[in-house]
């Protein structure tokens, strides 16, 4: 009797696991080898052999966590940010201090992806908001955050997609005033 609950743990537990969701991440971004690429992460960056593998020459990577470094400062100028299941982790006062320093080191046409968690449908979602809930209070508070703090940052949503069962969400977004001009 225990190997059917265990087996049915284990493969609730690995739905909702992001790890799986790494390559159509990189897919969706699309890297080009010459990018400078910033990546703001929370605890691991599980993306970084993945862009690392996509660009040039590591030069052109660099990584924050935001568990470390309380200030951070952008010493160079980047094509590409990626917020890396980190954003719902900050409240809007910190998060829109961040996004006016990634726009000041963002190049012309430069994007920013968020990636985080998304709230799949019907009961899968009821159930993985209350797993959220128990494992990252955080992630569960700013799960339905709109785009409103982007938008009041000077970004503009260019596209989305949400990866397989619905679990992860990447969010393109691009500084408004380049797309008013474009």
């Known amino acids: 009797m225990d190997i059917p609950y265990r087996k049915i743990k284990k493969n609730i537990l690995n739905h909702f696991r992001y790890e799986r969701y790494l390559l159509g991440i990189a897919k969706f971004i699309k890297f080009n080898p010459y990018d400078r690429v910033c990546v703001v992460y929370k605890t691991v960056n599980y993306l970084k052999s993945l862009v690392l593998e996509s660009l040039n020459s590591e030069e052109n990577f660099r990584e924050y966590n935001i568990e470390e470094e309380e ?30 320093d990634i726009r000041e080191a963002l ?18 979602g ?41 679990c992860i969400k990447v969010i393109h977004f691009k500084a408004g005033s380049i797309l008013e001009e474009g």
């Open 71 to 100: 200030d951070m400062q952008f010493e160079d100028k980047y094509d590409i940010f990626i917020l890396f299941l980190m954003a719902h982790a900050l409240g809007d006062e910190k998060l829109g201090k961040l996004l006016g």
């Open 107 to 124: 190049v012309s046409n430069g994007s920013v992806f968020v990636v985080d968690y998304a709230q799949p449908k019907g009961l899968i």
């Open 126 to 166: 009821n159930f993985f908001k209350f797993v959220l809930n128990i494992t990252d209070k955080d992630a569960c508070r700013y799960l339905d955050r709109g785009n409103e703090i982007f938008n009041k940052c000077g970004f503009a949503e260019q596209g989305r997609v949400i990866l397989k069962r619905g």
